[in-house]
């Protein structure tokens, strides 16, 4: 599309115009044939970025955009306004129209070419509509502040090394967060924390509720942990995804000394769950874990269990245990960086396999 890099955005009518004195019989018959740029651009609900250069223009309406070629010229009336173009629509289908064209240096478009774009449009915003769409995603490093979560202390090249849980938790998860944030910038993705700090389950409610969601989005909710155990053989990851039977909220009613507001949303929160969904998305990012880990680290396969924080219906969630501290094998892995790495890209993969898939299911079907 090297045209597309020429278009000069022209949002107004009055750009495309060049004012004509008089009309011709013959000019003004086509132009009673004919829609004016306004009126085109208002019954389409779109903006006209036009190149007169190319004689091309480029109609964008709620996302969508066609761009055609213009018959005529400014200088010569068109010789035929029933000549047709190619129109491309949203980059990919090509169409054959009814041009529109230029007489006495004006813009005109011929009600058939509005009509058939005026289908398009509204088939692909109904299309849109009928569509999942993930809205926002919602990482949370586990822990954090002076809740450190799990640890184990390793002497490594005779250095005492103590491997915390939080630290794994944040150091995977700002990585995530980026790559994140760089892959879907029409979304919002949110971090519960970027530093050592513990935040409260207000703060997180507040994010995850600053999103409006329309009916047919959703937010992701992926909590980072690390494993321990008594048994230090124990070893692997682990992806947890909410259950349907078992729920109840984080929110331990001993811990939590907030709002009671807050614990009403949550329990509402639970009524629901897209539990299908963060089996799905559990399942995309243990296969990603399978495939970049192969036989480092194995699967302890998916789990189901009661937890969780999770807001409102709309959110599928999952919860990784990335290894165990208490495992030399699992622990030499989460304190290289070049691991955390392995399993920031490993969750990351998962999260765009499962948007990819979420995004193109349709609620029509
Ligand atoms: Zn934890």
Known sequence: MFLLRRFLVLLLVGCVAIPCTRLSADEAARSANSMSVEET??????RLSWDPFFKSGKLISRGHEAVFFAAGSNEVPAAHSSENTAVIYDNKDILTLQAPFINNGKLYFPPLFVASLKQLFDESQQEDASRFRIAAIIIDPGHGGKDE??????????????LIEKDITLAVSKRLYTSLKNRYPGKKVFITRLNDTYPSLEDRVVQANSVPLKDNEAIIYISIHANASLNKSARGFEVWYLSPEHRRTVLDKTKYTGPNALTAIFNSMLEEEFTTESIEMAKAIENNFKKNFST????????????????KARMPSVLVELGFVTNAEDARLLSDPAYLQQF?????????????????WNLAS
Request: proline fraction near 2%; charged fraction near 25%; hydrophobic fraction near 40%.
């Open 41 to 46: 651009l208002k019954t389409l609900n779109a």
């Open 296 to 311: 480092l680290m194995p699967s302890r396969g998916l789990k189901a269990e009661e937890w969780y924080v999770v807001r």
């Open 344 to 360: 920031s890209l490993s969750i990351y993969n998962g999260i765009v396999d499962f948007v990819t898939k979420f995004e193109n």
């Open 149 to 162: 979560g799990a640890s184990a202390d390793y002497v490594v090249n005779g250095k005492k090394v103590r």
